[in-house]
């Protein structure tokens, strides 16, 4: 049950684009479309973002999409905001029954 | 509209106990699985226990099976967490969850403190 991979920092200026990366492995990413990506500010609680890999829940701007290829996930925010700024965690189901995170990436809006 | 309320959280001494419960409300509570996940202090998601609509299939990470129990009462629509044998690690901010499709958890409560210390 290792934790997913993620870089501890990304940041971007108002306006533009950055991804965070995710990787996993066929025992988790790459076998199961059950992707999902949640935005945690300081001191809250974490929120879904994107589910099933590409999909958004009612109420998140569509700034935010998600993709996959392979054993690495991916989460892009277009149009940086400064309210943007937080954690960012994915998450997968695994083929032990079991789900797991990642380690977490601080966003920046400088 | 859905929400999870923890409680029961706070200080216990190492190698004691303590049991979690996460209230619903705004959905059909025996529909769906719950998860708890937790976040010690400074650190990432780690996600705990997973138990299926009708209670009768509980799954548990590595690091807390054997000590944590997760248990539903679909009758008060709650979630618990029996905490055995608590050590300084289990430090955390617990938070329920509620399930999507095995997929994904789609609704957080606020999370509740849990502190181990003598």
């Known amino acids: 049950q290792s934790a997913l991979t993620q870089p501890p920092s990304v940041s971007g200026s108002p306006g533009q684009s950055v991804t965070i990366s995710c990787t996993g492995t066929?025992?988790?990413?790459?076998?199961?479309?059950?992707v999902s990506w949640y935005q945690q500010p300081p001191g809250t609680a974490p929120k879904l973002m994107i589910y099933?890999?590409?999909n958004r829940p009612s109420g998140v701007p569509d700034r935010f999409s998600g993709s996959k290829s392979g054993n690495t996930a991916s989460l892009t925010i277009s149009g940086l905001q400064a309210e943007d700024e937080a954690d960012y965690y994915c998450?997968?189901?695994?083929?032990?029954?079991?789900?797991?995170f990642g380690g977490g990436t601080k966003l920046t809006v400088l | 509209q859905v929400q999870l309320v923890e409680s029961g959280g706070g200080v216990v001494q190492p190698g004691g106990s303590l049991r979690l419960s996460c209230a619903a409300s705004g959905f059909t509570f025996s529909s769906f699985g719950m998860h708890w996940v937790r976040q010690a202090p400074g650190k990432g998601l780690e996600w705990l226990a997973f138990?299926?609509?009708?209670?009768?299939?509980?799954y548990y990470a590595d690091s807390v099976k054997g000590r944590f129990t997760i248990s539903r009462d679909n009758s008060k629509n709650t979630l618990y967490l029996q905490m055995n044998s608590l050590r300084a690690e289990d430090t955390a901010v617990y938070y329920c969850a509620k399930d999507l499709r095995w997929s994904h958890f789609d609704h957080w409560g606020q999370g509740t403190l849990v502190i181990v210390s003598s």
């Open positions: 099933e890999v590409t």
């Open positions: 998450g997968s189901y695994t083929s032990s029954t079991t789900w797991v």
């Open positions: 066929s025992s988790d990413v790459g076998s199961y479309n059950r």
């Open positions: 138990i299926r609509p009708d209670g009768n299939d509980k």
